[in-house]
């Protein structure tokens, strides 16, 4: 196998079942990072399964100018969530969802300078790619000409004592204006920055930089793959702050681990992308057998409250994670919302000294072997974040199972 990001897992599954993964000899692992940060509903939900077999057996692929009930219903149910971004396209994956975005408000804008945070991650294609700043620059020539970053506020690692995040947000733009050539068109941030490192926008943030926006006359793109569809405790995490983006892109959540992504926007700024021709023609775009399970998963999560229920249960994680960093000196941050939870690791004081890195290497090894899945991503001047974002079906004691295994190997660890 071709590496693309590191050495594999070593553990094979062979099936899966709601919030678990299975390998050939029935050994079971809890899945804490819902797939790649998707399996909203776990895995293999009953009603998704089934709406994948009805699809593939009667309405599966068109082409491309073809509009079906499925999709003109999802646009519809979607457009019904957020009704100031009523015009709908369906793709298939985040970074080619953010592409079409990032292309949206360089065509409506006539501006081509896409600021992103310096923590971002928005996807492998090109535009996104080059607004994306956590890993992965170099080595593959120039990013796209007019790409900017800024810092994202950190609560837990401030860049600088006692500066607000409004300062903060103050100085990157008056940076981002000395920059500019004057061809600003949007901004593209995750309001919670998942491989950043669960990077938590403040509230405020996010209305604060809406405004930088306007001032600009640049466009506001949220890229929501992670935190849409109920995963920080609401359907939307930008409803939190009250604020509705220019651009709303959703993916991951969406599908629900099927390849899904949305890109939403208002009337206005697709009138004139229809004046300009714009043009994002792609094999599987607004394809119905994708859209019927985003049907369904929309379905899911508002008839079963699932957003209330990632409140409520996240609390509970939350509350797991803090006893933990209770015991363990080396857990110097728990954060997040709802069931998007970052666990940071600190170096290890005294004797041993063993570095945030090593340490949470170490948990997340053993982790596995005792049966429990997590992430860890390496976030800027940290060793070690561990993302927990289990499915949002997840019951109340599979999240105490998690705590247990968690606390396990921070345990074993701890006394090795
Ligand atoms: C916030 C965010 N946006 C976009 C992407 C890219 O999505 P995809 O891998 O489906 O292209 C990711 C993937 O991790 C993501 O976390």
Redesign the pocket.
Known sequence: MLKYGGSFVPFVPVRAEGSFVYDADGRRVLDFTSGQ?SAILGHCHPEVVATVRDAAGRLDHLFSSMLSEPVVDLAEALAALVPALPRVMLLS????A?EAAIKIAKLVTGGWEIVGFAQS????TGGAASATYKAGRRGYGPAAVGSFAIPAPNAFRPRFAGVSWQEELDDAFALVDRQSTGNLAAFIA?PVL??GGIIELPQGYLQALQRKCAERGMLLIL?E??TGLGRTGTMFACERDGVVPDILVL??TLGAGLPLSAVMTSEAISDVCDERGFLFYTTHVNDPLPAAVGLKVLEIVQRDRLAARAAAVGARLKTGLRALQAEFAWIGDVRGRGLLLGLEFVDEAGGRGRSAAELSDAVTDRALDLGLSANIVRAGASGGVMRIAPPLTVRDEEIDLGLELLGDAMRTVAGA
């Open positions: 940060m994956t985040g970074g080619e953010n991650w928005h996807g492998m995750e998942s491989s890229d793959a992670q993916s991951k």
